[in-house]
């Protein structure tokens, strides 16, 4: 390879010799396995960029406002006009889409199981979310949040970040609420804590690969950490 006041200049040639390539950044460029793509491409940057990876083709036109990709494999395809309009298509597994990028999107998720799951945002107003097993809704995001899906998590959100309700069964069957600042309480299978009048008094014991313990706070005037080893020490 060699270089002229890179990366405005520069070229070589590929290892099998079987390819010359040059960049004239940014008038022209087309050079093989560059950063982690296997080939970029560009014509008057930002005009034209095309990078080529592991089977996909992505092509862009005034990047980053249009762009194209595509896969010889398996019909995956997107398309982008920011903010007006896009698309990602992946045929039998899913299907998103927006309009005015952020405030419109809508989608369809897990087409390849029997537990599709259809969205549909008007943001920052109203969303929700179904299927068979999961479901959410927001509105006026932040403020009002409920997500969920049956038997295994649960997060809602009142006002926020006044009023918040969380509990995961795969997280150590985590339970956890407050009402901001005034009190706040989180329990699981290997802790239990609560808080009053955040960050000023908490209290929380725990227990980890290490042993138990226990602290206790109520700043700026008193605070007290107790540990036990398993070890009994």
Not at 43 to 68: A, C, N, Q, S
Not at 130 to 159: C, D, S, Y
Request: aromatic share 26%; proline share 7%; glycine share 6%.
């Amino acid at each position: 390879d060699w270089y002229l006041l890179f990366p405005f200049f520069w070229g070589g040639g590929s290892d099998d010799g079987r390819e010359d390539y040059f960049a004239f950044f940014p008038f022209y460029a087309d050079i093989p396995q560059f950063l982690t793509y296997d080939r970029f491409q560009t014509i008057l940057f930002p005009l034209y960029v095309r990078f080529d990876k592991e089977g996909h083709r992505h092509r862009m036109y005034l990047w980053p406002l249009i762009g194209t990709s595509s896969c010889a494999e398996n019909g995956h395809e997107r398309f982008h006009f920011y903010p007006f309009y896009g698309h990602e298509i992946e045929p039998g597994r899913h299907d998103r889409r927006f309009a005015l990028w952020p405030f419109f999107a809508w989608s369809t998720e897990n087409q390849d199981t029997d537990e599709p799951v259809n969205s549909y945002w008007i943001w920052p107003l109203f969303g929700w979310r179904t299927g068979r097993t999961v479901g959410g809704w927001m509105a006026l995001w932040p403020l009002f949040q409920h997500t969920w899906k049956e038997n295994h998590f649960t997060a809602l959100t009142l006002l926020w970040p006044f009023f918040h309700y969380y509990w995961n069964r795969a997280e150590d069957n985590v339970t956890q609420w407050w009402f901001w600042p005034f009190f706040g309480r989180v329990r699981s299978d290997d802790q239990d804590a609560w808080s009053a009048l955040w960050p000023l008094i908490w209290w929380r014991n725990y227990d980890d690969p290490d042993g138990r313990t226990e602290q206790q706070w109520v700043l700026p005037f008193f605070w007290h950490v107790w540990q036990e080893q398993h070890s009994g020490e």
